[in-house]
């Protein structure tokens, strides 16, 4: 074989791979066709390190990740996360995401105590790659942030928690959206709270049309505030009529899955949850 044939051997040869690998990760992650990315929230794993929620995620076959506020770092990091963190622990954090080859899209729920910690907080997602912060803000702090979102470009979704908590009702959290006044601003449906409050998560969706940015994922054994997670699709949340809802309204951006049971061992569970996911998302209509 001469230069040139090897030349194009080896060309020929790292194309089939490029395109065996693109299927792979298109049967694997299927979701991703429609511009979804399925992750985890680091609080499903609070019983363990960052560090350690990190290779979990990467065991449930998931490569997104939402941190949370207050968590140990871990992996030989002093400290917890934090917006506040230093510049070097940034780039230590950084490097145990890249690792794992797991990408960092969301912080929260987190808020700020003034303007200048709102203004830290957003130096830190822009530092960090985050394109999404979740909050469940002061009213007042609400034109700020909008502010702040639209100057950064980094979106900023309204949390939902169950009722009593303030933002429970989608109207309360559109009403915040149009306080705002920023495209940046939109909502984190939380669905399982939703079923805890007692509401239609499609219905809720609905209403969300056009404004969601982000979601914590969940499905219920019942409709109770004492409600527990189950393996998606197994509950009462009705998770392939939601993903349907969210496929009509071409939604995109990250998906959150929160297991907020069995704590020591749900990576499990949000394994499976996330293979009954990408089998739903094959049968969309």
């Not at 560090?51 to 076959?61: G, M, N, P, R, Y």
């Not at 639209?150 to 303030?166: A, G, Q, R, Y």
Request: charged fraction near 25%; hydrophobic fraction near 40%.
């Amino acid at each position: 074989m001469n230069y040139k044939q090897h030349v194009w051997s080896s060309l020929i040869a790292i194309v089939a791979i490029v395109f065996t690998t693109s299927v792979l990760k298109a049967q694997d992650r299927p979701e991703e066709k429609l511009g979804w990315k399925l992750g985890a929230q680091a609080y499903s794993f609070n019983r363990f390190t960052f560090a350690e929620a990190i290779a979990k995620v990467d065991s449930c076959k998931l490569k997104y990740i939402e941190a949370y506020p207050g968590q140990t770092i871990g992996g030989g990091i002093e400290g917890k996360m934090d917006f506040a963190m230093s510049k070097e622990k940034r780039a230590q954090v950084l490097q145990l995401l890249k690792d794992k080859g797991i990408t960092l899209v969301a912080f929260g729920v987190v808020s700020a105590d003034s303007p200048e910690a709102w203004r830290q907080l957003f130096e830190f997602a822009k530092a960090m790659g985050i394109k999404n912060i979740n909050t469940e803000p002061k009213q007042e702090d609400l034109p700020l942030i909008g502010k702040l979102a639209t100057e950064f470009k980094i979106k900023v979704s309204i949390h939902n928690h169950p009722n009593p908590t303030h933002y429970w009702s989608p109207e309360i959290v559109l009403n915040a959206i149009q306080l705002a006044n920023s495209k940046y601003v939109g909502a984190c449906a939380d669905i399982g709270h939703w079923v805890r409050s007692g509401l239609d998560p499609i219905e809720c969706l609905q209403k969300y049309k056009g404004h969601i940015n982000h979601l914590h994922f969940k499905d219920l054994n019942e409709k109770s505030r004492d409600a527990h997670d189950v393996h998606w699709g197994t509950g009462v949340g009705n998770i392939k009529g939601v993903m349907q809802e969210l496929k009509n309204q071409k939604f995109k951006g990250m998906l959150s899955a929160e297991y907020e049971y069995n704590w020591l061992a749900n990576s499990v569970d949000i394994a499976a949850s996330a293979e009954n996911f990408r089998k739903l998302v094959k049968d969309l209509e």
